[in-house]
């Protein structure tokens, strides 16, 4: 899909694209863009330890699962902790609604316009290998080691240890104005950043420099400092403050949920089936973007795929969710204009105008792949 018709983007979580069948995946494809986060990638993988006595059956859930993780149209996006650090050691990170990528190379056509170009992304590569049932021993060995972290924690036992809340909170709305009117003191700042660091499990020449820098900030406030770290540090605020009133749910398995928050700032929709991210996405999304419960968008892209089967042409309907979200985030209808036909004669000369660089590539079909592989 060109630029120019290009979708909302969009997050699934994993338990909105296992609810897709392929037919209803062809059509995210057609009407979204979507940034794929690394949680979902390893909660992905993660399953190859779910049935060790029954490997075959867990490699193919995996498969099953890879199969719906990368759309048409769709791009991983840059590991959280990785922009963490780099935008507390004063690095920009764009939150345009629009994914974050690393390895892009600037580009100069003959025209003079400019562009980006994007190799293969190694978590791309790992999901092909997935999909066709190939796994090795490192896929393994995170997967057990990946779940056995995110069930490492008793948050319900951290709960217990804490002493209870001096002030009780009976909305998630209070938390999240409690937690702002937190972030906004500025005699709090050291100490809410040297806990965040602690919390990201930087090494100690990384923290080192981090402070440095926060030493000569002039603002000395963390949502100009970091504005992407302020967002992960919010969210990670915003559930622990609530856990402890109650209002959240002490399941390990939060701890992952948290996760696919951090990445918001980098689509325009967000969509997902689990009741932690019904009750927080509300208060971590900002006016421009959405929200939508899994079951609903599901449910529409299902009924549309099998619409287009007597109709290749059709659209979605005026009031369906996907109308509804390309009105607000692109201010215009979901009407995917009709591919134009060629003739014969022109793909003749598409593919003589090609065979330069398909020759080009064929010489160094037989090089080996030096690039690293996910899981590094």
Known sequence: MSEKYMGPTIIFDKSAIQGLGQKALAEVGRYFFTVVPHVLLMETLADLSLKPDDLPAAQKKVADIANKVFPNESIANEHYHTMCLHNLLGERVPMTRRPAVSGAKPVVASDGSKGLVIDVQREHDAVLRWQSGQFNSDDMRFAIEWRKAAKGASLQEMKQALPSPSVKFKSADQVRDFVDTLLAQPELQGSILAWFLSMMKFDQTRQQQILTRWKFDVTRMLVSFAPYSYHCLRVQLIYYSGMLQGIFGTRSSNIVDLEYLYYTPFASVFSSGDKLHHQLAPLIL??????????????????????????????????????????????????????????????????????PIIDALSKTENEPDQRPRFPV
């Open 286 to 355: 900002d006016d421009d973007q959405s929200f939508v419960p899994s079951v609903e968008l599901n449910k529409t892209l299902k009924e549309l795929a099998t619409e287009r089967e007597s109709d290749p042409e059709v659209n979605p309907s005026g009031n369906s969710v996907i109308q509804q979200l390309w009105q607000k985030h692109l201010k215009k209808d979901a009407i995917i204009p009709k591919q134009a036909s060629i003739s014969q004669e022109q793909c003749d000369a598409i593919m003589e105008h090609m065979r």
